[in-house]
Structure formats: structure tokens, C-alpha cells
């Protein structure tokens, strides 16, 4: 069965750095565009950052734009998302998605049909 599962959340203090990786497991999703979404309590689902299938276009929400840094490993079918200068505001728990276009519509979360479990990441002040 095609997995999505994501790790290396936890806490943080602000100003610090966090490192998120999702591992497709069950199939490769190999040219398969990612995105990671996140979603703070009693907020809904944001968007993130998207990376298309072969790594050439990447895209971020202005919140997390030139902090956050989206890459992929297709040989590993992992994707990592290094986040740098966190702050409190980034506290939520993060969910890695998958899609096959690598198209327009990668910040909305219901064009991804596949989803990880999520990993909570807290930023204390």
C-alpha cells in the first residue's frame, strides 16, 4: 500500500532550526510532485511548500519564504523540508502529500490525493 510518512518534527526554540523528511514507502511516487501542508490547532490546512516531480520548480507560502528550504532525493524518494529561523507562529503539525502533476493547483491541499500521518513541530518563544 502507498505510504507517505514523515519525520523529524519535534520541539524547537524560536530561531532554531528543524529538518522534516518524507519517505514514500508501498510505491515510488517516482516523478510524483510533493507538497507539505500544516495545520495549527483551530486553524485549517495551509500550505507550505510544493516541489514538482523533478525538482525544478519549487514554491513556498510568502510565511515561510527564504526560511524554509524544500528539496528532493528521487533515488531515496524522500523529501526534506529544512526549516531555519523558526518562530512560534510555525508551530503545527506538518503533513508531507503527493500528487502526479506537477501542474498548477500545488497549494491546494485537495488536488493531493496522497497523505502522511503528520509530525508535530512546537516552536517555544
Known amino acids: 500500500q502507498a505510504q507517505l510518512v514523515e519525520s523529524g518534527g519535534g520541539l524547537a526554540q524560536a530561531g532554531g532550526s528543524l529538518r522534516l523528511s518524507c519517505a514514500a514507502s508501498?510505491?515510488?511516487?517516482?516523478?510524483?510532485?510533493r507538497g507539505w501542508f500544516r495545520q495549527a490547532p483551530g486553524k485549517e490546512r495551509e500550505f507550505v511548500a510544493a516541489?514538482?516531480?523533478?525538482?525544478?520548480?519549487?514554491n513556498y507560502a510568502d510565511s515561510v519564504k527564504g526560511r524554509f528550504t524544500l528539496s528532493r532525493d528521487n533515488a531515496k524518494n524522500t523529501v526534506f523540508l529544512q526549516m531555519n529561523s523558526l518562530k512560534p507562529e510555525d508551530t503545527a503539525v506538518y503533513y508531507c502529500?503527493?500528487?502526479?502533476?506537477?501542474?498548477?493547483?500545488?497549494?491546494?491541499?485537495?488536488?493531493?490525493?496522497?497523505w502522511g500521518q503528520g509530525t508535530q513541530v512546537t516552536v517555544s518563544s
Open positions: 502529500a503527493s500528487r502526479s502533476s506537477s501542474g498548477g493547483g500545488y497549494y491546494r491541499a485537495v488536488d493531493y490525493p496522497y
Open positions: 508501498g510505491r515510488t511516487f517516482a516523478g510524483y510532485a
Open positions: 516541489i514538482s516531480g523533478n525538482g525544478f520548480n519549487i
